[in-house]
Structure formats: C-alpha cells, structure tokens
T-cell receptor, first 114, second 112 residues
C-alpha cells in the first residue's frame, strides 16, 4: 500500500552507462516530480509533470530524460552517466493547482557512479 | 530567485526539551510553506503545510508559525523525544507554478 514507490533503491554503475529509475504513485495525484539530493543534502527540483505533460524543467542536462506513460508513473532515464550524477534521486507527487496539497515523496534511489 | 535558509544546520538537545527550528526565505511572495522530516536513508514525510494566508498550523506536539512579511517560519516541537531525531527541512512554494524550493535542513539529535 506504498503511496509513492520508486525502484531500484540502490543503483551502482560505471561512468558512461545508461540507467533508468522508475516511479509509481497510487494516490490519484496528477502531478509528479523528480528531485535530486546531493551530498550536502540539498534537494533541488529537476522535473515536474502534470497529466503526462512536462511543466518544469530546471536546467537539467539533456542526458536526463523523464518519461511519463500515464499520470501515475514518471520514470527517469539517464544517458552517459557521469561521476557528478551520484546522488539520491527522489520521486514525489501532489495534486496540481491545489495549494494545500502537500508533496508525498518516495524513499529515494541512491545512485553511485564509479 | 527564492533562497531558503535553515539555521542551525545541526542541533542536539536532551530529551524533554522543546525544539525550535528556524527557516528563512528571501521572497515573501509564496503560496505556502511546508515542513518535512527526513530519516536516514528514507524519503521525506510531510509534517505541516501552512498557507500564505495562515499564521500557524498545529499537529500534536508540532506547531509551525509563518511570518510572511519577514520571510520566516519556525517549527516548534514540544517535549522532544529520541524518536524526533531526524533532519527537518522547510520548503516554500512559489506564487506561480508548483515548484518547491528547499532549505538545507536542520539535523536534530534528541539524547535520551
């Protein structure tokens, strides 16, 4: 009955590889997000999708490509991984246009690029 | 550009003491402010959300206040317990759109 679930929990890979992180929410929300938390614990938004449409793209390299097959899923594909991509990636969801709708977060995917 | 700051970065208190966590933001044009808790290796759990028109929100031992004009919010945790040990983050939502801007968090340790 997990609200926002993302897989895998841990991902260790080498530079240059391509990898994907999946996210699903069963809250009936229509907006989903990807956030990146760096080693200093700062959380920064990367993307936001509303009903499968991109609404926020925060100057993220083109190597990162989100895909939203439906409003309950938002996957993140990363090409040509670099050392600086190592971080914890969090998926979140909320109701768009509802200002009192809090964000619900998944448990994160710890990506380590070697 | 909105900037959110949380001071101190870390805080240690004995069990039973009240906790006071500070959050400041540079742009007062916000829709709402949200306080989260993050446990090690876990995601964020929403604690309280304060609308821009509200002055405070309460949930159990937690009380969050908002002073938009001065760009400040304070999270009070009464009678702290070891289980309150975690990192607490505040985040503000812009007046337009749904982007949340996070502070760097305050890491709290409550000693038994």
């Amino acid at each position: 009955d997990t609200a926002v679930s993302q897989t895998p929990k841990y991902l260790v890979t080498q530079m240059g590889n391509d990898k994907s992180i999946k996210c699903e929410q069963n809250l009936g929300h229509d907006t989903m997000y990807w956030y990146k938390q760096d080693s200093k614990k700062f959380l920064k938004i990367m993307f936001s999708y509303n009903n499968k449409e991109l609404i926020i793209n925060e100057t993220v390299p083109n190597r990162f490509s989100p895909k939203s097959p439906d409003k309950a899923h938002l996957n993140l594909h990363i090409n040509s991984l670099e050392l600086g991509d190592s971080a914890v990636y969090f998926c979140a969801s909320s109701l768009y246009g509802t200002d009192n709708s809090p964000l619900h977060f998944g448990n994160g995917t710890r990506l380590t690029v070697t | 550009k909105q900037e959110v700051t949380q001071i101190p970065a870390a805080l240690s208190v004995p069990e039973g003491e009240n906790l006071v966590l500070n959050c400041s933001f540079t742009d007062s044009a916000i829709y709402n402010l949200q306080w989260f808790r993050q446990d090690p290796g876990k995601g964020l759990t929403s604690l309280l959300l304060i609308q821009s028109s509200q002055r405070e929100q309460t949930s159990g031992r937690l009380n969050a206040s908002l002073d938009k004009s001065s760009g400040r919010s304070t999270l009070y945790i009464a009678a702290s317990q070891p289980g309150d040990s975690a990192t607490y983050l505040c985040a503000v939502r812009k007046a337009a759109g749904n982007k949340l801007t996070f502070g760097g968090g305050t890491r709290v340790l409550v000693k038994p």
